[in-house]
């Protein structure tokens, strides 16, 4: 098919600029999934305090450290984790979960991509506060490096637009690739440095983090909210998937955006 990058330029333009419409999507389908809660999305701040409490405990027994040092560790991993994998989970189904707005009238599919990552970074913000119960209950000092914690929100931000483009195309098309990408997930959890920390590898570190693109991720955000400075590898890393992210998500929307309301 002919490609029409203009076109695609043009709605990722509008759509990133469009903020008030991007904000508001993603306000109220968090207000619509906590309808008639009685703490709305605090339900999930909720049940991953509960699972970073019994987890950390148990895990920091079988590893051999001290709980104080390991529930941080664990928590601001568990954050950083579960904001890109929502990201990728909800990315996938950009375009089906809005097959009436897309059929019904003209949108910018950059914009539904922003609505579902700034969503996923309003739960960021309340699930914060199990991290800071978590500093005060075991002491952890908190730095000027933990500002760097707005660059890797941002960084995952940007990629998770480029995400919920493709993976909503292809998953639009293919629907079995929603299922295949939340097994990879899944299994990817456990591979990556999240329940354990890096250096417990040893000699075999590099095959299994410096090679793993979701460690990287991971990193940008969790060593600021420890009050550390993410390794200079994982900006690279993560800025070089950017770019080549954003490169292919042109190059496929550009082919087939047209399609992507007759896939619906």
Same mark, same amino acid.
């Given at each position: ?48 305090g509960i699972f970073v409490a019994t987890l950390g405990?148990?895990?920091?027994? =079988? ?60 739960? $960021? ?5 199990? =991290? ?106 993560? $800025? ?25």
């Amino acid at each position: 098919m002919n490609a029409q990058y203009g076109k695609v330029f043009s709605d990722i333009k509008n759509g990133l600029l469009d903020w008030r419409m991007w904000g508001r999507l993603g306000w109220q389908e968090t207000v619509r999934r906590y309808r008639r809660t009685t703490i709305g999305p605090f339900w999930t701040t909720l049940s991953l305090g509960i699972f970073v409490a019994t987890l950390g405990l148990v895990w920091a027994q =079988l590893w051999k450290q001290d709980p104080k040092a390991y529930l941080p560790f664990l928590t601001a991993g568990m954050l950083a984790w579960g904001l890109f994998q929502s990201i990728v989970t909800e990315g996938c189904l950009v375009f089906t979960g809005a097959s009436a707005l897309i059929t019904s009238m003209q949108i910018s599919y950059t914009t539904l991509s922003c609505a579902v990552v700034w969503r996923n970074v309003l739960v $960021l913000f309340h699930n914060i506060i199990i =991290l800071v119960i978590v500093i005060l209950y075991t002491g952890s000092s908190v730095t000027w490096y933990s500002l760097l914690a707005i660059p890797g929100v941002l960084l995952i931000s940007i990629n998770g637009v480029w995400l919920g483009l493709l993976l909503g195309a292809i998953c639009a098309r293919f629907r079995d690739t929603q299922q295949i990408i939340a097994s990879i997930l899944q299994v990817s959890m456990f591979v990556t440095p999240i329940f354990w920390s890096p250096e417990q590898l040893g000699s075999r570190r590099n095959a299994f983090v410096n090679y793993n693109v979701l460690y990287h991720f991971v990193d940008i955000l969790r060593a600021p909210l420890l009050g550390k400075v993410p390794e200079d590898l994982s900006y690279h890393v993560v $800025l070089g998937v950017t770019v080549i992210g954003w490169v292919l998500t042109v190059f496929v929307l550009s082919r087939f955006r047209r399609r992507i309301p007759y896939w619906l």
